[in-house]
């Protein structure tokens, strides 16, 4: 088992800026792929970004390309996201996810966090 914790959402103005973290704990964490999807209220969840095992991969969706940045530290077991200019069409739940495949599909991942609000609103 992996287990995943999110923190770092909150209230913040459209164009404001909040760093996402989830932490893992359990088996290897560097032997996963990780990744963060949203789901807004009435939506279905949808794919952010995800980065690889190693870091030398990330991929976004263009919704957030060029705003989001997907990181993570293998030592420190976390993986980050820093949300920039930040839209009122951000706001949602957000969860990391944790799998074997850097792909998008969140029904590749296997583990998941429970989630944390971001809500973007003046």
């Known amino acids: 088992q992996l287990q995943l914790v999110e923190s770092g959402g909150g209230l913040v103005q459209p164009g404001g800026s909040l760093r996402l973290s989830c932490a893992a704990s359990?088996?290897?964490?560097?032997?996963?792929?990780m990744g963060w999807f949203r789901q807004a209220p009435g939506k279905e969840r949808e794919f952010v970004a995800a980065?690889?095992?190693?870091?030398?991969?990330?991929l976004y969706s263009d919704s957030v390309k060029g705003r989001f940045t997907i990181s993570r530290d293998n030592a420190k077991n976390t993986v980050y996201l820093q949300m920039n200019s930040l839209k009122p069409e951000d706001t949602a739940v957000y969860y990391c996810?944790?799998?074997?495949?850097?792909?998008?599909?969140?029904?590749?991942?296997?583990?998941w966090g429970q989630g944390t609000q971001v809500t973007v609103s003046s």
């Open positions: 996810a944790a799998g074997r495949l850097f792909i998008k599909a969140g029904s590749t991942y296997e583990y």
């Open positions: 359990g088996r290897t964490f560097s032997s996963y792929a």
């Open positions: 980065i690889s095992r190693s870091s030398t991969g990330t």
